[in-house]
C-alpha cells in the first residue's frame, strides 16, 4: 500500500528524504521541526509519512511488521520518487534500519532517532510506558464529543498531561463524535514485531554499498541498556553505522532538542548531488 505523506515544502524539489514517526504517532508530530530543517536544504523535500495504520494512512492488511511497513516505503518511493536519507524515530528508527538492510540503491543514509537495534523477545512487558498507553486508548470510550473528552478519560485511566495532549493529535472527527485515527490492534502488532527484531546487521556491516547509519541516544532516554551502548562504542570505524549523542534530551529528541538535532542531522546531510 501507498502510504500518506505530506511533502515539507509543497513546491516539488530535486532531492528526497522520508521522515517516519514512532508507534502511535503521525506525520504531524513532526511538521514543525521538518519545517525548520527544510529551510537549510533548499534542494530536498522532506516527506512526512504516516505508517500503516496510522495517521492518514488508516489501516491496513496484515502482517504488521517492519518488513510489511518497509515495502510501504518501497511503494511510496515508487509513487514520489527514491528517497536518499530516510529519519527514524522510536519505532520509525527500527523502520529505517530494516529498510537500509535492503541496500535500495538511492538510499545514502538511515537516521535512528533514540531507537535500539537489539531484539526483545519478550516485549515490553505490562508496567512499560508504550503497554500502559495501549490498555488507556482501549478504555477510552468512543465517539467523545469533544478532544477534551479524551484528555479527561485519560486523566482518569493515570495518562500524564504530556500523553494526553500527544493523543488529541490521533483523532478524527466523524458526524457523532472524535474517534481514533489509528488501528490499535494493527498497531500493537507492529509493535510486536519491533521488539522481537534484531537489526544490527545495517550498524555493523563493512560492505562499501550499504548506506550510512546514524544512530542517536538521547542522553536521558530510558531505552539504552549498558550492552546496547558498550556494543555501539564498539563499533569499528570500518562499519556502516554511527553512534551519536543528544545528552540533553529525552525520549522525545524533536521535542527536548531540536536544535541539536537538527544541527546534528545538517552537519552529516548529503550535500553532493
Same mark, same amino acid.
Given at each position: 500500500?501507498?502510504?500518506? +505523506?505530506? %511533502?515539507? =515544502?509543497? /513546491?516539488? #524539489?530535486?532531492?528526497?528524504?522520508?521522515? *517516519?514517526?514512532?508507534?502511535?504517532?503521525?506525520?504531524?508530530?513532526?511538521?514543525?521541526?521538518?519545517?525548520?530543517?527544510?529551510?537549510?536544504?533548499?534542494?530536498?523535500?522532506?516527506?512526512?509519512?504516516?505508517?500503516?495504520?496510522?495517521?492518514?494512512?488508516?489501516?491496513?492488511?496484515?502482517?504488521?511488521?517492519?518488513?510489511?511497513?518497509?515495502?510501504?516505503?518501497?511503494?511510496?518511493?515508487?509513487?514520489?520518487?527514491?528517497?536518499?536519507?530516510?529519519?527514524?524515530?522510536?519505532?520509525?528508527?527500527?523502520?529505517?534500519?530494516?529498510?537500509?538492510?535492503?541496500?535500495?540503491?538511492?538510499?545514502?543514509?538511515?537516521?535512528?532517532?533514540?531507537?535500539?537495534?537489539?531484539?526483545?523477545?519478550?516485549?515490553?512487558?505490562?508496567?512499560?510506558?508504550?503497554?500502559?498507553?495501549?490498555?488507556?486508548?482501549? +478504555?477510552? %470510550?468512543? =465517539?467523545? /464529543?469533544? #478532544?477534551?473528552?479524551?484528555?479527561?478519560? *485519560?486523566?482518569?485511566?493515570?495518562?500524564?498531561?504530556?500523553?494526553?495532549?500527544?493523543?488529541?493529535?490521533?483523532?478524527?472527527?466523524?458526524?457523532?463524535?472524535?474517534?481514533?485515527?489509528?488501528?490499535?490492534?494493527?498497531?500493537?502488532?507492529?509493535?510486536?514485531?519491533?521488539?522481537?527484531?534484531?537489526?544490527?546487521?545495517?550498524?555493523?556491516?563493512?560492505?562499501?554499498?550499504?548506506?550510512?547509519?546514524?544512530?542517536?541516544?538521547?542522553?536521558?532516554?530510558?531505552?539504552?541498556?549498558?550492552?546496547?551502548?558498550?556494543?555501539?562504542?564498539?563499533?569499528?570505524?570500518?562499519?556502516?553505522?554511527?553512534?551519536?549523542?543528544?545528552?540533553?534530551?529525552?525520549?522525545?529528541?524533536?521535542?527536548?532538542?531540536?536544535?541539536?538535532?537538527?544541527?546534528?542531522?545538517?552537519?552529516?546531510?548529503?550535500?553532493? +548531488?
Amino acid at each position: 500500500m501507498i502510504p500518506f +505523506a505530506l %511533502p515539507i =515544502p509543497d /513546491a516539488p #524539489r530535486p532531492r528526497r528524504a522520508f521522515i *517516519l514517526h514512532g508507534i502511535l504517532g503521525n506525520h504531524t508530530n513532526w511538521r514543525g521541526f521538518a519545517r525548520q530543517l527544510s529551510e537549510s536544504l533548499p534542494d530536498w523535500q522532506l516527506h512526512l509519512v504516516d505508517l500503516r495504520n496510522h495517521g492518514e494512512t488508516g489501516a491496513a492488511p496484515p502482517p504488521h511488521t517492519l518488513a510489511a511497513v518497509a515495502d510501504d516505503l518501497n511503494e511510496l518511493a515508487a509513487s514520489v520518487g527514491a528517497p536518499e536519507v530516510v529519519v527514524g524515530h522510536s519505532f520509525g528508527g527500527k523502520v529505517a534500519l530494516e529498510y537500509a538492510s535492503r541496500r535500495p540503491p538511492a538510499l545514502r543514509q538511515a537516521w535512528v532517532l533514540d531507537a535500539t537495534p537489539h531484539a526483545m523477545p519478550h516485549g515490553p512487558g505490562d508496567d512499560h510506558e508504550v503497554a500502559s498507553v495501549i490498555r488507556a486508548l482501549r +478504555a477510552v %470510550p468512543q =465517539p467523545l /464529543a469533544r #478532544r477534551a473528552d479524551v484528555m479527561a478519560e *485519560l486523566a482518569t485511566l493515570g495518562q500524564p498531561p504530556m500523553i494526553q495532549k500527544w493523543m488529541t493529535t490521533n483523532l478524527r472527527r466523524q458526524d457523532d463524535g472524535f474517534v481514533w485515527t489509528f488501528d490499535l490492534d494493527g498497531a500493537e502488532a507492529m509493535l510486536a514485531d519491533y521488539f522481537a527484531r534484531d537489526l544490527w546487521g545495517p550498524l555493523e556491516t563493512t560492505s562499501p554499498d550499504a548506506p550510512a547509519v546514524h544512530i542517536v541516544r538521547a542522553g536521558n532516554s530510558d531505552r539504552w541498556p549498558p550492552h546496547v551502548v558498550d556494543r555501539l562504542a564498539a563499533l569499528p570505524a570500518s562499519a556502516a553505522g554511527r553512534a551519536h549523542s543528544l545528552p540533553d534530551s529525552g525520549h522525545w529528541v524533536h521535542v527536548d532538542a531540536p536544535g541539536p538535532l537538527r544541527d546534528l542531522l545538517l552537519s552529516h546531510w548529503p550535500t553532493d +548531488a
